[in-house]
Structure formats: C-alpha cells, structure tokens
C-alpha cells in the first residue's frame, strides 16, 4: 500500500475490522479501507470508476473472487500469497470468477522476492529514501518464544493481528 502511494497510485485495502481499516487509512495513508467482515467487498470494489488496473493479491480466495470481475481490462494481478489456503489440507480451488481473467485480458502472475533480488541496488535506495522520510514504516505483531510459534500462526490466521507477524525465539 505504501509504496503504491508514494509512487502516486490511489490505493484501496481490505481488511478484516473496523481496527485495521483505521490503520490503514491512519497510517498508511490509503484512500479507502475496505472492512472485509462487515462490507460487501465485490460492491464497494465495483464503485470504483474505471475498474482497478493492478492488484496485489496475498489472499486469493473469495476476496480475489470479488476482485476479479472489477478489474479493468488489461488489469494486472501479482500474486504473492493464499492465506485463505493456509490452513486447508487440500489444493485451493480456483477462482470462481476465473473467467474474467479473458474476458478482462487480465494478466497475472505470481510474485516472489526472491526472483527479484539482483534489483535490490535498484530498489533499496529508494525505499530507505522512504523510511528516513517517514514515508514507509512497518507494523509488527511479536509473539515471544519458540513455544508460542503456533500462537502466532493462529494470530496470522485470525486477523487478530496488525502488520507482520514475527516470533522471536531468543527468549
């Protein structure tokens, strides 16, 4: 969100809670902050004029469903995550709208760091630039203590955290 932003993108997240839409839109700076427990997410995305050109998607399932058919054609979707597959002990189904993938021209297409890590010279300068101006910060959810690794997975899987989860296994 915050790098769409600082690149002058306007930005809409989704979150689950009326606590993590604030954040998002308090200090993160995004324009709108969609509540995916309460709102219904396919009709606040379809307010959007135009469609949306790019999304990032770390959660696939019935939110990429409603993402899908208000994107706008030749739209890009960068994949980068399924927690809605997480904690399922078979393959995900696809997307039940994937036919707006053609008939939206859409392209997408799975997003891993590590095949972009020869580029950090290119973009690391840029993002501290960011974090010395105030411009990008990162919010962490600490659980303490190998004993409590599945505390914090639960905690992931929930929503009842705010930003990344950590475990910090040194005490």
């Known amino acids: 969100c915050q790098i769409a932003r600082n690149l002058g993108s306007r930005v809409i997240g989704i979150a689950g809670g009326a606590e993590k839409c604030a954040w998002l839109r308090d200090t993160l700076g995004v324009d709108l902050a969609i509540d995916y427990r309460h709102d219904d997410v396919e009709a606040e995305l379809g307010r959007i004029e135009g469609g949306i050109n790019v ?3 770390n959660v696939g399932g019935p939110i990429l469903d409603a993402v899908l058919p208000n994107m706008a054609h030749y739209g890009r979707i960068a994949v980068c995550g399924m927690v809605a597959a997480y904690d399922e002990d078979g393959p995900l189904p696809g997307p039940k709208r ?6 939206r021209r859409l392209r997408v297409e799975g ?4 095949d972009f890590l020869e580029r950090g010279a290119e973009f690391l300068p840029i993002l501290r630039q960011w974090l010395d101006e105030g411009k990008l910060g990162m919010a962490f959810d600490e659980t303490t ?6 505390v914090a997975y639960d905690r992931m899987l929930s929503g009842k955290n705010i930003g990344k989860v950590i475990v910090d296994v040194r005490r």
Request: aromatic residues 26%; hydrophobic residues 60%; glycine residues 6%.
């Open 145 to 150: 203590g190998m004993e409590n690794v599945l």
């Open 55 to 57: 999304y990032f998607d």
């Open 98 to 103: 994937f036919d707006q993938i053609l008939m």
């Open 111 to 114: 997003f891993f760091i590590p």
